[in-house]
């Protein structure tokens, strides 16, 4: 056996788990990958927020290409302070314009509540410093979304920041009306 083989190989552990798989995706990836010469300014200025949903495929979704978009997501897509640090970086830093912001139909963050984090303590001792930021109605956190985007005294564009809920059965956008 040669020593590349034996190498692959020995990085598989018995039980097969998804992290190898993962990492025999990126070997056979890595082979064939051509540096597409990209810098991390994306190339539309634009920060789309979204949900981590796996049902949503955001460049299939929204025409993006690799280096077009900063893509930021997280469990309902919601405006949290760790967003608004990535969002200011990206925009004061890396020249982003605009943002875009992705909630879904069938959230999974519209099924839990606050007294998650009361579980939490019960279970590991110790209450959780942030918040779980759930939802019932999906149109008014991207309401609410939008707001904490444009009153941030961080994020100095906020002339155009748009908010929509994709829906999961049909993969079309609904626009929220900020003012409703």
């Keep these: ?26 070997r056979r990836y890595a082979a064939g990958f051509e540096d597409p010469g990209l810098e991390g300014r994306p190339k539309l200025h634009v ?13 299939a979704a929204l025409g993006l290409e690799v280096g077009d978009a900063h893509t930021m997501r997280n469990a309902g897509g919601v405006v949290t302070d760790d967003m608004i640090r990535s969002l200011a970086i990206s925009q004061r830093e890396l020249g982003t314009r605009s943002v875009v912001l992705v909630h879904h139909t069938q959230c999974g963050m519209q099924t839990i509540t606050e007294h998650f984090r009361d579980e939490l303590e019960d279970e590991v001792g110790q209450r959780p410093t942030w918040a779980v930021e759930s939802f019932k109605d999906a149109e008014q956190d991207v309401r609410q979304s939008m707001r904490r985007v444009r009153t941030s005294p961080f994020i100095p564009h906020t002339d155009d920041v748009r908010g929509f809920v994709l829906d999961v059965t049909s993969g079309l956008l609904h626009e929220v009306d900020p003012a409703s």
């Design 47 to 59: 920060a789309v927020v979204a949900c981590m949903d796996t049902r949503l495929d955001l460049p």
């Design 1 to 26: 056996m040669s020593s590349s083989a034996h190498s692959a190989s020995s990085d598989v552990r018995p039980d097969g788990s998804v992290i190898d798989r993962i990492v025999e995706a990126n």
